[in-house]
């Protein structure tokens, strides 16, 4: 153990399972341990440096921004908030004016819930199985996986879970008493799941008749990450309210549910506030990420990467007994294998390329959509050996 690991191991709570390696150093898509060694990164946070590692537009605001104002309480007016509210609303799905600001995933998903309870009166929310939302306790009552959910209940009351992409099983529960319909256009911390085509377009239908709101989760999969600014327009699907995280902010926390002003109404003043929301720092790298995302065309540029590396990853799968199914949109792509891979993520990681993880069999890629395409095919390169070293122990 290096002696950052030490200090982590002994002052910090055991919160995070750890990979041993010390990033100290991040640009674009290469992050740079202790030691100097660089790594191709696929795994980016979890799909936060969205625009890049210490992507120079951010940077520079942010140092611009924290010389004249770090913190100013939502009870005041501050320009780089409301210049962020402004590019935000601007890119969200049409009829979703109004964001409400939050400082990660998680809080945009309880944003989301209280602002659907709050304006239907209505106390379920039917969320999916394999649904990811967030670890607090509105958005863990919304998540599916028991390993996170069984160690803390009792959960909130009123949360229910229908097959993701079978709208039937979503039509038998959702009732009088449905304040909302929660999903992720693509599920993907339960691996890249990608929903049948007209599957979202009768979700919506089944909200409509019964008077309960949809909330897309766009956390994972927005931003231009799908090869769109969000999933929902692959399937033509507008919500009623939008939660955004992850890579919003550059790297900053922050978040947002974003929905209808009648939906955003039902609040009043004082009953949904933080003291952290909408500062003004992560605020102007907020607004940095977005102009750097729309002036940049990141959506095409992921989408085109995204195809030739998704190609690169059926080539590699169809070549391995192990590999058992590539899934994804632009560049939010999976590899699923019939074994665990943690042995081969730690093999990648001392040939310098890092990928994520979903379940224990899958590869999960979340590269930066500023990606290189000699990146790519670097991290292809190391993919195709890992794999191919697994086996050869195997077979
Ligand atoms: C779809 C989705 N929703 C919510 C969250 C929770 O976000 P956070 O970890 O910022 O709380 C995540 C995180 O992975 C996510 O992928």
């Keep these: 153990m290096n002696p950052t690991e030490e200090l982590e191991e002994t002052y910090g709570a055991p919160a995070f399972k750890k ?182 377009r009768q979700v919506r239908e089944v909200c409509d008749q019964r008077g309960a709101l949809l909330i897309l989760d766009e956390i994972q999969s927005g931003l231009g990450r799908t090869g769109k600014m969000w999933a929902s327009e692959h399937w033509g699907v507008v919500p009623d309210i939008m939660t955004v995280s992850k890579g919003l902010g550059g790297g900053l926390p922050i978040g947002a549910a974003v929905s209808t002003a009648e939906v955003a109404g039902s609040l009043k003043g004082g009953e949904h506030t933080s003291t952290f929301a909408g500062n003004p720092l992560s605020c102007a790298a907020g607004s940095a990420t977005l102009d750097f995302i729309t002036k940049n065309d990141l959506p095409s540029r992921a989408k085109e990467k995204g195809e030739k590396m998704k190609a690169g990853l059926s080539k590699i799968a169809s070549s391995h007994k192990l590999a058992k199914e590539v899934r994804g949109l632009g560049l939010m792509l999976a590899l699923q294998t019939r074994v665990d891979i943690h042995s081969q993520l730690l093999s990648a990681e001392a040939k310098g390329v890092i990928f994520a993880y979903s379940g224990r069999d899958t590869f999960r890629f979340l590269p930066a959509l500023v990606i290189e395409e000699s990146q790519i095919s670097k991290g292809l390169e190391v993919l195709d050996g890992v794999i191919g070293e697994e086996e050869a122990g195997r077979f």
Excluded at 48 to 55: D, E, F, R
Excluded at 120 to 138: E, L, Q, V
């Design 19 to 200: 990979f041993p390696l010390t990033i100290v150093r991040g640009k674009g898509s290469v992050v740079w341990d202790a030691e100097g060694k660089e790594y191709i990164d696929f795994m980016t946070g979890i799909g936060v440096a969205l625009v890049g590692h210490s992507n120079d537009a951010v940077v520079e605001t942010i140092r611009a921004q924290a010389d004249r104002l770090i913190t100013c309480h939502g009870s005041f007016y501050n320009d780089s908030r409301a210049g962020f509210m402004e590019r935000l609303v601007k890119v969200s799905p049409r009829g979703l004016t109004k964001a409400l600001l939050t400082n990660s995933g998680t809080e945009s998903v309880e944003a989301a819930i209280k602002l659907a309870r709050r304006h239907t009166a209505r106390k379920k929310i039917i969320s999916m199985k394999g649904g990811f939302h967030g670890k607090t306790y509105g958005a863990l009552s919304a998540t599916w996986n028991k390993k996170y959910r069984e160690p803390f209940g009792p959960l909130l009351e009123g949360f229910e879970f229908a097959e993701y992409g079978d709208a039937e099983s979503l039509s038998q529960l959702v009732d009088g008493d449905t304040a909302a319909v929660l999903a992720e256009p693509i599920q993907g911390e339960s691996g890249i799941i990608v929903p049948p085509q007209d599957y979202f």
